[in-house]
């Protein structure tokens, strides 16, 4: 009897994994390649998933140049410069333009890619190019149906001496030991809710999740 090939999932921009961490409850049979520029996030990245293949590089770039080697792709693209924060300090920040990169990444998979996809970033502070699914705090770009609710946990970020304690305690990972370049409560801010993550992936994979049984249904995957 064949054995199906593992399900080869690229997870870009990568960081330490948030949206990543329960995918392997969900599905055992998967291939990982996780895309992270900074070398001290990707040090820590394979430390937390050391089947993963982690590669050091600009993931905007290594999605045009690998985009069809793969199943199922998972962008979290920069967000800094499309946040609300951008309009209500806009008087006390240098401004930049938004980064087009986000929406060249939802073009290319939306029109040229073959397998399904979700693009993730914040809720901006113009009216998005490109409509989206909003949920929580968060605008996703798929090409399949989304719950309307991904997770049931609620993250109170607060500011202060707790702020990154607070976030180990949700993010059930030691953000202390990250000594990169980045500021520690930023790369703790970053990390998708892995329940949102594992939301998503279940829904990849047309598992539905009832929230008043203790069990999982299958259906049409959109």
């Known amino acids: 009897m064949l054995q199906s090939k593992p399900m080869k999932i690229l997870n870009l921009y990568a960081c330490l994994g948030g949206n990543r ?15 992270e520029l900074d070398p001290e996030a990707a040090r820590l990245y394979q430390e937390r998933f050391p089947n993963d293949t982690v590669i050091i590089a600009d993931a905007h770039q290594y999605l045009l140049d690998h985009y069809k080697e793969f199943d199922f792709i998972w962008s979290s693209p920069p967000c800094p410069t499309h946040s609300r924060l951008v309009q209500s300090n806009k008087n ?3 401004m930049k333009y938004p980064d087009m990169k986000l929406y060249e ?34 605008l996703y770009w798929t090409n399949f149906n989304l719950p309307n609710k991904l997770t049931d946990r609620e993250v109170r970020i607060s ?46 994979l047309g598992i539905e999740r009832k929230s008043n049984v203790n069990q999982t249904n299958i259906f049409d995957a959109v």
């Open 21 to 35: 961490y329960k995918w392997n409850e969900v599905k055992e049979d998967i291939e990982v390649t996780a895309v």
């Open 159 to 204: 500011t202060g001496t707790n702020e990154v304690k607070n976030l180990c305690e949700f993010h059930d990972y030691d953000f202390y030991k990250y000594k990169g370049s980045q500021p520690t409560n930023k790369m703790a801010r970053n990390l998708v809710d892995y329940e949102a993550g594992r939301t998503i992936f279940e829904t990849v």
């Open 92 to 94: 006390k920040i240098k």
């Open 105 to 138: 990444e939802i073009l290319l998979l939306k029109h040229l890619y073959n397998g399904k996809y979700v693009i993730e970033n914040v809720i901006p502070y113009y009216e998005p190019l490109i409509p989206a699914q909003k949920r929580h705090r968060h």
